[in-house]
């Protein structure tokens, strides 16, 4: 969640509203966020996202990681037709 300002229609008042972002401080994506092994002091590995990608989906479920990470769920293989 997040504060955002802004004027009204005269444009001499501010406003302020909330817009929920599902990063809010406590919530599981900003979790997982602060978990994240990018942007730290050195580059991680494949084996230490795949680490973090494991953990995020065994604590909190595939749907939560899916919402951080932007992951498209994975469709299986039909004919046309099935």
């Given at each position: 969640?997040?504060?955002?300002?802004?004027?009204?229609?005269?444009?001499?008042?501010?406003?302020?509203?909330?817009?929920?972002?599902?990063?809010?401080?406590?919530?599981?994506?900003?979790?997982?966020?602060?978990?994240?092994?990018?942007?730290?002091?050195?580059?991680?590995?494949?084996?230490?996202?795949?680490?973090?990608?494991?953990?995020a989906i065994?604590?909190?479920?595939?749907?939560?990681?899916?919402?951080?990470?932007?992951?498209?769920?994975?469709?299986?293989?039909?004919?046309?037709?099935?």
């Amino acid at each position: 969640m997040s504060l955002m300002y802004g004027a009204d229609e005269e444009g001499c008042e501010y406003l302020v509203h909330y817009e929920y972002e599902g990063f809010y401080p406590g919530s599981p994506c900003h979790q997982i966020m602060q978990a994240d092994p990018q942007g730290g002091e050195y580059e991680p590995t494949q084996a230490d996202m795949d680490r973090h990608r494991q953990w995020a989906i065994d604590t909190f479920g595939i749907d939560t990681w899916r919402s951080y990470s932007g992951e498209e769920p994975e469709l299986p293989d039909r004919e046309p037709g099935q």
